[in-house]
């Protein structure tokens, strides 16, 4: 069973920089290098969003574009550790960030349904 534990958040203001990590652990029948790797936020009263994803083996990286230029995923296998360094933040990006994972290439990769595990959440607020 594949755990996920993010850490990092905190309360900065506007314009500032945060970097998010996620240690995973419990990998049995495969490596942490094989799996698609991913950041979601949800804040309250709104839906679940993918932020950013980070293909297996370490290649392609997608980002949703409130974030684009501002965000970068990244991960390091040999660690079993994702991060987000989060640049530039607003108020706006306040929420609850995830990281998730999936051992197959997501159909969508922004639709939260197709990921397998998650982590508990790590807090990010954005003052004005």
């Known amino acids: 069973q594949v755990q996920l534990v993010e850490s990092g958040g905190g309360s900065v203001q506007a314009g500032g920089s945060l970097r998010l990590s996620c240690a995973a652990s419990?990998?049995?029948?495969?490596?942490?290098?094989?799996?698609?790797m991913a950041w979601f936020r949800q804040a309250p009263g709104k839906e679940r969003e993918g932020v950013a994803i980070i293909y297996a083996y370490g290649g392609n990286t997608y980002y949703a574009d409130s974030v684009k230029g501002r965000f970068t995923i990244s991960r390091d296998n040999a660690q079993s550790t994702l991060y987000l360094q989060m640049n530039s933040l607003k108020p706006e990006d306040t929420a609850m960030y995830y990281c998730?994972?999936?051992?197959?290439?997501?159909?969508?990769?922004?639709?939260?349904?197709?990921?397998?595990?998650w982590g508990q959440g790590t807090q990010v607020t954005v003052s004005s």
């Open positions: 998730a994972a999936h051992r197959f290439r997501p159909t969508r990769w922004s639709n939260h349904e197709e990921y397998n595990y």
């Open positions: 419990g990998y049995t029948y495969s490596t942490y290098y094989m799996y698609y």
